[in-house]
C-alpha cells in the first residue's frame, strides 16, 4: 500500500518544516528565505517585477487527469511566463497553498517536486509561502518576482504602428490537450471499464498538464539585439491578447490566418475532434508562448529562427482589429478568450 | 432594493478596470503597477522584503459577521504586519481573489473599498493581482512587499541570551472577539428573531474585524534607536510565537503571566465567557501585534512608553520555554495557537 502521512500529525509548521527542507537557494540577491515572517532580495541597480497567478480546483484543474507533480510544476511556468513577458529574468516565488485534509502528505510532497523542479529548471528561489487548510478543493497561490534593467523591462502599451506582430512556438494545442482529456475524463465517469485512449497525443497532452515558459524566446530576442516594443504572453488565446495590446497600445491590428503557427499533431487532434485547428490557437489558451511587436527593421533577424512566426503587423486604431482567413476573408477578432467567469 | 451588478456582466478584464479604477501611487518606486504581465518596482540602495498569507472563507472569516470591507482591510493589514515584523517598511501589494457568482460587483468593490482604505492609511501602492471564480467559497491571498535598509532587517533567529521579551500592545481580544461573534451566530441561526447583543463590546469585536498593523511600535523604536534582537507578529498567539523566536534563536525562556498586557475590555468579556483572559493572550492569535526582543541596555528607553510591555526574558535553551502564573508556579509553554490543521 502507498505510504499515507496524515498532514495533521504533522501540524502546519512541521509540514512548511518537511516540505521546504530541500530548497537551494541559486541567487545571492536571496538575502533571507523561507522561515520568517517575510523574505529578503537585495538589488543592486535592478528593477523588481512581480506577478501573481491563483489557480483553483474545479476551474483551473482537474485531480483526475492532472499529477500532483505537472500541477506543481505548470504552477511556477504560468507565472514565470509573465516575468518573461516583461524581458525580465525571475529570481524568487512564494507559492500559497490552501487543501482539505483528504490530501496526505506524499501528494502535497508531490506537488512540492514539481515545484522544485520548475524552481531547478528556470533557476529561481523559493522564497516564502503560506499554507492553509480549505473546507473544499485545492488553491494555489503564486507570487513570482524576477529583475530587469533599469527601464529596459517591456509593456503591453508601447507597440507601434507598422509593427510586425510576433507570436513564438505554436499555439492551439493546450487547449487541444486539455479537451482530449475531458473527453476520457468523460467516458471514464459513464465506464470505469474503458481505459483512456491517450495514444499518439503526448504532444497536446503535454503542453497542456506540462507547459514551459518561453525563457529561451528572451535569451534569443537579447543575443539579437532585438528589443520587442510590446510583449505578453499567451495564456489566454492569440485573439485576446493581440487585442490587449492593441488596446493598451491604442492601436489597431491585422493577423493572417495562414502565418498562425499551429503544430502538425494539433492540427491531427482538431481534426479528429472536429474543430477548427484557428480557433483553438486564435481562442483556446493556456499556450504560455510569447506575442510580441517588433519594428520591421529587426525582421532580417528573426527569419533564421524556426521558433518566432510573424503573423501580422500593427495599424492605426481606426483600421480595428482583423484577421485575414486563408480564403482572403476579413473577419473581425473576437476576444473570447478562456473567460472564468463566462464558463 | 440594493444596487447588483453580475460580475458575468464586466467579464474578468472589465471587473479589473473596474476594480483598480481608483487606484493611487504613493511611491516614486512603483514604475509600473496593475494591468501588465507584472508590476515593476525600483530600488535604489534598498533591500526587498515580500510576505504572503492566503485567507479562504469558513476558515479564516465567515460572512455571516464580516463585511467584505473590513475583510479588505484586514487582508491588508495582516500581510503587513509581517512586513513590520521585518522591521521594514512596506511599499506594495499585489491581491488576488477567487469567487463564485454569488457575489456580485457591488460586493467586491466594498471589499476593494476596504483594500484602498488599508493601502492608504499604510501608504502602500496595490500593484497586481489575478481574479478568478471558484465553485464555492471566498479565497484571498495578498502579497506584501516592503524596503528596508541593507542588512537591517529583524530576524526570528538573533534573540541573545539575556535580551528581555516584548510586546506591543494588548492580548487576547481578537479571540474573543471571534468568541463573541460565532455565539451571536450560533444564537441568530437558532433563532433569527433574536438580534445579536454586541453591547458595550466594540473593543473586542473591532480587534478582531477591523485589526491593525503596529507601523507605530517600528515608528518608536526607530526613534528611541532600539534595534530588537529579533521580531515577529503575533498572529497565532504569545505563546507559539515565544516558541519560534526561542527555538530559531537556539534560546529559552520566561514569560511572567502578571506582565502579559491584557485590555481591561478584554479581561471582562473573558470573564463573561468564563475563559480565562491570559489563555486568550497565550493562544487565541490575531492580535497582530509585535513580540521582541531587545538588549536590557535598552531598557530604559521604553519604560516611559505604554505600548510596549516587558513580558520576560531570553534565557539559556537548556532552561526550556516556561510562564511563572500570577501563583508563582512555573509551567511549560504550549504552542497550542490557532492551528489551522487541527480544528
Not at 29 to 35: D, E, F, K, P, R
Not at 71 to 92: C, E, F, R
Not at 266 to 280: H, S
Request: glycine share 8%; net charge negative.
Amino acid at each position: 500500500m502507498e505510504e499515507r502521512t496524515e498532514i495533521d500529525s504533522l501540524g502546519e509548521f512541521g509540514l512548511i518544516d518537511y516540505l521546504t527542507r530541500n530548497i537551494e537557494i541559486h541567487h545571492a540577491s536571496t538575502i533571507l528565505g523561507v522561515g520568517d515572517d517575510a523574505a529578503v532580495i537585495d538589488h543592486f541597480g535592478k528593477q523588481t517585477v512581480i506577478s501573481t497567478d491563483m489557480l483553483i480546483e474545479g476551474i483551473h484543474f482537474d485531480f483526475m487527469y492532472t499529477p500532483l507533480k505537472h500541477l506543481g510544476y505548470k504552477s511556477v511556468v504560468v507565472n514565470l511566463s509573465d516575468i518573461y513577458a516583461m524581458g525580465a529574468t525571475p529570481t524568487q516565488i512564494t507559492i500559497s497553498l490552501a487543501f482539505s485534509n483528504r490530501l496526505s502528505v506524499e501528494a502535497l510532497n508531490e506537488f512540492y517536486e514539481g515545484v522544485y523542479a520548475a524552481c531547478d529548471k528556470y533557476n529561481v528561489d523559493l522564497i516564502g509561502g503560506d499554507t492553509s487548510s480549505s473546507q473544499k478543493g485545492f488553491v494555489i497561490s503564486v507570487t513570482a518576482i524576477g529583475e530587469v534593467t533599469p527601464m529596459e523591462f517591456i509593456k503591453r502599451s508601447t507597440a507601434q504602428k507598422g509593427d510586425l506582430l510576433c507570436v513564438s512556438g505554436d499555439l492551439g494545442a493546450a487547449f487541444l490537450g486539455l479537451t482530449l482529456l475531458e473527453r476520457e475524463k468523460k467516458i471514464f465517469l459513464e465506464n470505469p471499464q474503458i481505459q483512456p485512449d491517450l495514444e499518439g497525443e503526448t504532444y497536446i497532452i503535454g503542453r497542456q498538464l506540462k507547459p514551459e515558459a518561453r525563457q529561451d524566446i528572451i535569451t534569443f530576442l537579447k543575443e539579437k539585439n532585438i528589443t520587442p516594443t510590446a510583449m505578453m504572453d499567451i495564456s489566454d488565446g492569440l485573439s485576446s491578447e493581440a487585442i490587449h495590446i492593441c488596446k493598451q497600445s491604442n492601436l489597431g491590428c491585422v493577423i493572417y490566418e495562414d502565418k498562425i503557427p499551429i503544430d502538425d499533431r494539433t492540427k491531427q487532434a482538431a481534426l479528429k475532434f472536429g474543430i477548427d485547428p484557428t480557433a483553438c490557437a486564435l481562442s483556446g489558451g493556456e499556450d504560455y508562448e510569447l506575442i510580441f511587436t517588433m519594428s520591421q527593421s529587426d525582421y532580417d533577424k528573426i527569419t533564421l529562427s524556426e521558433e518566432i512566426s510573424v503573423v501580422g503587423y500593427m495599424t492605426d486604431i481606426s483600421e480595428g482589429t482583423h484577421i485575414i482567413t486563408k480564403g482572403g476573408n476579413k473577419h473581425k477578432l473576437q476576444a473570447q478568450g478562456w473567460n472564468a467567469f463566462k464558463q
